[in-house]
């Protein structure tokens, strides 16, 4: 079982979480989860402000209300509008429950909340964890595919790689970059790479795929409803098409760096050196 367990964990990133809170005893409750998550805490808004900066966390803590009793709904937008990918978690009294502090909170971007008393805090913090550290692994992935790229190709690979968990058409894909429409994507791409978008975007979800695989061993289908694959079977299609493996024999190979590292084949350009001065849309 410790062989087991060191399996699932190797390629665990600990995330950062800030708390914004003045509790004493939602500090004591959140304290359970240090094992699966980095927690900062922090009792004003402009100490959370800049501390999410200063850590690059990639979780949101917070009551509704700051210490002066001030609804947070606006600070939560504002973070969000910046860093589109933190997860916000409400802390909240079971009381709350479709109150309107509640729901300002939510319609400002926050995800999930957890009620007072909840006795599964530690188990729902570890699920929150995972997903965050996924995040994380992918941000690092398109990092590295970025490195040797122009500016605006980067921009392009980057924002496919970093949100492989999200499922999305070339359509939207231009959009999300700031792309004219479909045909620029595929010019840019095809001109200095071996690469359509809808391979890349296909590519990503694989690799966001088994960096799941990395750390977990839940069921296929499992997986493919986390990171909304029509189906199991879509999902292990995917794998099959694409690699012509199974996720053991993937997992054999390497798992989420050898499929990093084919992507990384792949955006290199179809003839000669690699081009990195210029590009157009």
């Keep these: 079982m410790q062989n087991g367990h060191r399996l699932a964990t190797a390629f665990f990133v600990r995330p950062v979480a800030v708390v914004l809170t003045t509790s004493v005893r939602d500090r004591a409750n959140l304290e359970s989860a240090r094992g699966s998550l980095l927690l900062v805490f922090t009792a004003r808004v402009h100490d959370a402000a800049r501390t999410l900066v200063d850590t690059g966390a990639s979780i949101l803590i917070v009551r509704t209300r700051d210490a002066d009793g001030m609804l947070l709904d ?14 916000v978690i409400l802390l909240a009294s079971a009381e709350a429950a479709g109150g309107s502090d509640l729901l300002a909170l939510q319609r400002a971007g926050a995800v999930d909340v957890f009620f007072d008393g909840l006795r599964d805090l530690p188990g729902r913090l570890w699920l929150l964890a995972i997903s965050a550290s996924r995040r994380v692994r992918l941000k690092g992935f398109a990092d590295r595919a970025v490195k040797d ?5 980067g921009a392009l690979v980057y924002n496919v790689l970093a949100r492989g968990d999200v499922p999305r058409n070339v359509a939207r894909l231009a959009a999300d970059v700031g792309l004219r429409n479909v045909a620029a994507a595929e010019r840019m791409l095809g001109a200095y790479t071996a690469l359509t978008p809808r391979r890349l975007l296909s590519q990503a979800r694989l690799l ?37 493996m199974n996720r053991a024999q993937l997992c054999a190979a390497g798992g989420s760096e050898y499929v990093f590292l084919r992507i990384q084949a792949l955006l290199s350009p179809p003839t000669g050196p690699r081009i990195v001065r210029s590009d157009s849309p």
């Design 208 to 244: 966001a795929a088994t960096v799941v695989f990395d750390s977990s061993l839940a069921r296929s289908d499992l997986i493919a409803h986390e990171l909304e694959f029509a189906s199991g079977s879509a999902l292990c299609n995917l794998l099959v098409h694409h690699l012509s």
């Design 149 to 153: 790229l122009s500016p605006l190709l």
């Design 74 to 87: 606006g600070f939560v937008r504002s973070v969000l509008q910046r860093a589109p990918r933190l997860i």
